[in-house]
């Protein structure tokens, strides 16, 4: 395991090749939560809503992939797709933290009801994508590595659409405000590739409720200001990352921070 980052030895040991939009997201929450996760790479049981997760996405891109491909997007297929990802997840990100097996049973069938209803939905039949699962790059001016990142699904109109799974509706003025980051970087990778701006960036949330829905998030492209903001995190969390700033940001995520008996050790000197 790597050294707590004030034992370090110079020159910085923390030098990424990229950014990604998730990576930096994770810096700006907490730091010393990076480090863990991303430096030192201590790993953790995963957890049931990351496994679902997974789970999910991975059955979308299998189906929008079928479906591009002109190749069998059936609800059959999909549900044999779905067991694969489910089952192959649990092997390579496991042991995932299910209580019994009864609520392993429960939660995956939630969840393949989840994917059923998306394949049901207006989503589906309203057009075929452009590109699935897109990787793009884009240069941000002052930032010497690039940012990377992979879009879910791109529309003919050049439209961003990220998929999210949630336990609950959310709000649509909070999800634009909590993945403003993710959203406006994959349209700077937009522009740098096609020279054209997307019409909008679009959330695309799966949510997991008794009656799944499918709801679209709709947000309207970035101006330079939202833009210039962006560039400015991103260049801020790379200084502070290869300068090795870490250290404990408390707050709402430590409820969910699996790291808690790490962080509870550390001190600055
Ligand atoms: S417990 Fe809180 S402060 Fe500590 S590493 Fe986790 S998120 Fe950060």
């Known amino acids: 395991m790597k050294k707590f980052p004030s034992e370090a030895s110079s020159p910085p040991a923390v030098r990424p090749d990229y950014l990604s939009p998730s990576s930096v997201k994770s810096y700006l929450l907490c ?24 789970t999910i996405h991975a059955t979308l891109q299998s189906f929008n992939l079928a479906r591009w491909r002109g190749e069998n997007s059936s609800e059959t297929a999909m549900e044999e797709a779905f067991s694969t990802h489910f089952l192959e997840l649990e092997k390579t990100e496991g042991p995932v933290d299910y209580a019994d097996e009864k609520t392993r049973q429960k939660v995956r069938s939630c969840a393949w009801n989840t994917v059923k209803a998306y394949m049901a939905s207006d989503e589906v039949t309203s057009q075929m994508p452009l590109g699935v699962e897109v990787g793009l790059s884009a240069t941000i001016p002052g930032l010497p590595v690039p940012v990377r990142g992979v879009i879910d699904l791109v529309q003919h109109d050049l439209t961003a659409v990220d998929y999210k799974s949630a336990a609950a509706k959310q709000d649509t003025g909070h999800a634009a405000f909590e993945h403003e980051l993710q959203l ?24 997991k409720t008794k009656t799944p829905q499918v709801i679209r998030v709709k947000i309207p492209p970035a101006d330079d200001q939202r833009k ?40 600055s000197k």
């Open 31 to 54: 730091s010393l939560r990076f480090f863990f996760e991303r430096v030192a790479q201590i790993r953790k049981p995963t957890t049931v809503a990351l496994h679902i997760g997974k």
């Open 184 to 207: 406006v970087t994959y349209q700077m990778m937009i522009e740098e590739a096609t020279g054209d701006t997307p019409p909008s960036l679009d959330l695309s949330y799966l949510v």
């Open 228 to 267: 210039q903001r962006v560039a400015d995190l991103y260049r801020i969390a790379y200084e502070d990352i290869t300068t090795e700033h870490f250290h404990p940001q408390p707050g709402m995520q430590c409820s969910w921070c699996q790291y808690r008996k790490e962080c509870s050790g550390w001190c």
